[in-house]
């Protein structure tokens, strides 16, 4: 098993980490860094991608998507914090409560 095959195994198994928990859990900020987990398993994949030729230079498309998804993921966290403290406000919960629908 190469570096790169054990790389994108484990990237893979992060973001299915991260999924589960943005499954299982109900507040808000842990929601939060759920999508911050899957994001990071997104990135150790990219970076598995990039570097699995075996030439002298790493491709730089993946590298490139890579510093993208760093700065939308930074933003996208900022947003989510803000709205969630938001909804805290307002409602004065931090978790999300499913309603039961009536018959």
């Given at each position: 098993?190469?570096?790169?095959?054990?790389?994108?195994?484990?990237?893979?198994?992060?973001?299915?980490?991260?999924?589960?928990?943005l499954?299982?859990?109900?507040?808000?900020?842990?929601?939060?860094?759920?999508?911050?987990?899957?994001?990071?398993?997104?990135?150790?994949?990219?970076?598995?991608?990039?570097?699995?030729?075996?030439?002298?230079?790493?491709?730089?498309?993946?590298?490139?998507?890579?510093?993208?998804g760093?700065?939308?993921?930074?933003?996208?966290?900022?947003?989510?914090?803000?709205?969630?403290?938001?909804?805290?406000?307002?409602t004065?919960?931090?978790?999300?409560?499913?309603?039961?629908?009536?018959?």
């Amino acid at each position: 098993m190469s570096q790169y095959l054990a790389y994108s195994i484990t990237g893979m198994i992060i973001f299915a980490l991260g999924l589960h928990g943005l499954v299982v859990l109900s507040h808000i900020l842990r929601k939060i860094i759920c999508i911050n987990v899957m994001a990071g398993g997104v990135f150790l994949f990219l970076i598995s991608v990039a570097a699995r030729n075996f030439d002298e230079f790493p491709d730089p498309v993946p590298q490139a998507m890579l510093l993208t998804g760093v700065v939308v993921a930074l933003s996208a966290t900022a947003f989510a914090v803000a709205l969630a403290r938001r909804i805290y406000t307002v409602t004065g919960q931090a978790e999300l409560i499913e309603e039961d629908e009536p018959s």
